[in-house]
């Protein structure tokens, strides 16, 4: 199939893997920053035709995993009153909160709905003006214009039934806090593909500098990875620093500026909890005051709630790439896609679930 | 007093904490599914017969071998690109005989009505089923109505029940399945349920795609001519695709299967619907293919077989079934790398970006 077929071809692949056997010298770690990418590292074995120098450690850029939890049992709150339309990604149907998910909220008479695009949530509430229609809006800067426009159409409908719940997250400021946290041990980046499609990858210039780590934006097919891999290790062995494009074909360095237009018209920059890794500032987006109204969380006044996270799951460690799924005990055993402790194991970018469902028992 | 699997307790055997009530998961072929079987169903009911775990029961009566199932359809929408529930509903139940090696016979006929569901498309469903009976030369010759409040149905629920007999010498069966074997499959995968994506509400996308849904009968009985009792197991990969139906003969049959990617048959419209959804079309539905497991030697025999019949044009060997890692299935990615094909776990929920 045109352009995909391309970008999974074995004897190019292994033209990268036999490249990067002999590029490296001497021990590397990497992380890629995006769920998707841990996602295809899995599912094609990339990791297994590695040589043993480079350990890839997984990183945080799984939206869903990263959703703190009171704001999942607000959401959960929310979808259960009557009167209300929940709709909300797929992915984030499974993952647990404190004492449900969203699945079981639908199963127990809650009206909660799969959408692919906030836009399709809009057009629900123009649809049922009688009902409220609330939009789970999580994700990276990736789904962050799509959530902006749906608001701003909103806004100039007069739609009175729509607001969206907000919990978006930004990826700069995660891979600071990754590479300030004590006893990091990650030498080089790939960034996420397609949030650098929407923001350029000029915000990571100073952080490579600043740090002194090669950051290369890498897409989300098996030989992008590989080239992304084989240009972080090249300048890691080189010893250059910078910031480089692997997906050209998507990034440019700017971005896409009506887009990030879009996105600061309605959000502004935020303190975010992350789950499980806890506070970072500047790390996400919320509703600018002009677009307060459509503010699910101040419609409808949920109150502060004490959360339950599993003592066992270990979702912080993995998501800063300090643990790899295996090493936790609670992995296959107390902790599976059926009966999660943890949002990584249920979201299709979560490392656990890339690693329950491509690598036991091979 | 023990608590065996067998012994009959009045405590629901689901863990309530987990699931107090049902999910859709449960219905989904799925990791859910196998469990309300093992625990609720299997250890209610157990029999031999039952335990088999075939797509439908063989049954010996008066020295023949019936084949006996039981389906039931609640798709939506009802009428979609490449047919509708009354045609879906007579191929399920005798594509579930087909995969018991037999030739299909007779069907019952249950209907769910909805209060206020049109009777031109009651009409028109009726009509498919006839269609659907004939093409597939088998008679409708029992059935029942039962018509539910308004707002109590979905317009129409279909159950169909199907008997078949099984000719000499054939004998399918997951147990039959060893080491050495090879995996054929009579043509492209996921079609029917990314057919019926296409055109759900909230997801209309343009495509010509339509589902497959076909009688295999006869292109089973043509296989099972040209290789006889060299065929050991068949499967339709419906629900949960064709991982879910490897992943449970790997386990009943306790070998491993490795598949190749690259020489799994799938259309690019396909592919293309998957890649954007986010789906993985080896957990996506069919209703018109099958699953050949046969020993090495027929292998060629059975291709050339599946082949020359309409239905299976597109047939190919897409894998071997081996000693080492049994309940398995692994496949070979087209890059080189390996991984495990899992058992799907709930519904494939489609992803964020």
């Known amino acids: 199939m045109k352009y995909i077929d391309e970008y999974r071809d074995e004897i190019a692949a292994q033209r990268y893997v036999e490249a990067i056997r002999q590029t490296v010298t001497r021990p590397w770690t990497l992380m890629e920053i995006c769920g998707g990418q841990t996602h295809t590292i899995l599912k094609f074995g990339l990791d297994r035709m590695l040589p043993r120098e480079v350990t890839l450690v997984h990183g945080p850029g799984c939206p869903v995993c990263v959703t703190p939890m009171e704001l999942l049992d607000k959401a959960i709150a929310i979808a259960s009153r009557p009167g209300v339309i929940f709709c909300s990604f797929g992915d984030m149907l499974r993952v647990p909160g404190s004492h449900q998910d969203l699945l079981m909220v639908k199963a127990e008479g ?53 607001s969206i719940l907000s919990a978006h997250v930004l990826v700069p400021p995660a891979i600071e806090a990754i590479l300030n946290a004590p006893g990091n041990e990650v030498q080089g980046f790939l960034a996420p593909g397609h949030v650098c499609t929407v923001m350029g990858y000029w915000e990571y210039e100073p952080i490579a500098e600043r740090y002194q780590v090669p950051i290369v934006v890498t897409g989300f097919e098996p030989l992008d990875i590989l080239q992304g891999l084989f240009m972080t290790l090249k300048a890691l062995e080189e010893g250059r620093r910078e910031v480089e494009n692997q997906y050209a074909r998507s990034v440019r360095r700017e971005g896409n500026v009506q887009a990030q237009r879009l996105i600061q018209q309605v959000f502004e920059v935020t303190d975010r909890a992350w789950r499980g890794i806890g506070v970072i500032p500047r790390s996400g987006l919320r509703l600018r005051e002009e ?29 800063q790439g300090r643990k790899k799924p295996p090493e936790c005990l609670a992995f296959g055993t107390r902790c599976t896609p059926e009966h999660p402790l943890g949002a990584p194991m249920v979201s299709s970018e979560g490392a656990c679930s890339a690693y329950y469902r491509y690598t036991r028992e091979a | 007093m023990t608590e065996g699997p067998n012994h009959f307790t009045l405590s629901c055997p689901i863990p309530i904490q987990e699931y107090p009530a049902v999910l859709l998961a449960h219905g989904g072929g799925g990791r859910l599914t196998q469990m309300l079987i093992e625990r609720m169903f299997l250890p209610t009911f157990h029999n031999p017969a039952l335990e088999t775990l075939h797509d439908g029961v063989v049954l010996e009566v008066g020295g023949a071998r019936l084949a006996f199932t039981t389906d039931s359809f609640v798709i939506s929408p009802i009428f979609f690109p490449g047919g509708d529930i009354g045609e879906l509903a007579v191929n399920g139940t005798v594509n579930d005989l087909a995969m018991c090696g037999a030739r299909p016979l007779y069907l019952s006929l249950a209907l769910i009505l909805e209060e206020g569901f049109p009777m031109e498309d009651l009409w028109q469903v009726v009509r498919s089923v006839q269609e659907a009976a004939q093409k597939a030369e088998v008679e409708v010759v029992t059935g029942d109505t039962k018509v539910v409040d308004r707002g109590k149905g979905d317009g129409i629920f279909i159950n169909t ?34 057919a019926i994506l296409s055109v759900r509400e909230g997801l209309e996308f343009e495509t010509t795609l339509e589902s497959d849904t076909a009688p ?7 296989l099972l001519r040209a290789t006889g009792p060299q065929v050991h197991m068949l499967r339709d990969p419906t629900r949960g695709g064709v991982a879910s139906a490897l992943n449970e003969i790997a386990a009943s049959a306790s070998v491993g299967i490795v598949l190749e990617e690259a020489h799994i048959p799938i259309g690019d419209e396909v592919k293309g619907a998957c890649e954007i959804l986010g789906l993985d079309p080896l957990y996506v539905a069919n209703e018109g293919k099958c699953l050949a497991i046969v020993a090495k030697e027929v292998a060629e025999t059975a291709l050339e077989a599946l082949r020359s019949h309409p239905l299976g044009r597109e047939a190919a060997i897409v894998g071997r079934v081996v000693e080492e890692h049994p309940g398995t299935v692994i496949l070979r990615s087209r890059v080189g790398g390996k991984r495990i094909v899992d058992m799907l776990s709930g519904e494939q929920l489609p992803r964020i970006c």
């Open chain 1, 291 to 319: 677009y307060a109204e459509f503010d699910a969380e101040r419609r409808f006044d949920v109150a502060e709630m004490a959360v339950e996270e599993s003592p066992e799951c270990i979702a912080g460690l993995i998501l």
């Open chain 1, 110 to 162: 809650g009206d909660v709905r799969m959408v692919y695009s906030p836009l399709d949530a809009l057009k629900l509430a123009q649809q049922n003006p009688d009902q409220e229609v609330v939009f789970f809006a999580v994700g990276f800067e990736t789904t962050a214009p799509a959530n902006a426009m749906a608001v701003w159409q909103a806004q100039q409908m007069g739609l009175r039934n729509f």
């Open chain 2, 161 to 194: 029940s199907g008997v078949g007999v099984i000719p000499e010498g054939v004998e399918i069966a997951p147990q039959r399945v060893c080491p050495g074997d090879v995996v054929l499959i009579s043509g492209a995968i996921a079609v029917h349920g990314i």
């Open chain 2, 216 to 222: 295999l009968s006869e292109l089973v009985g043509t």
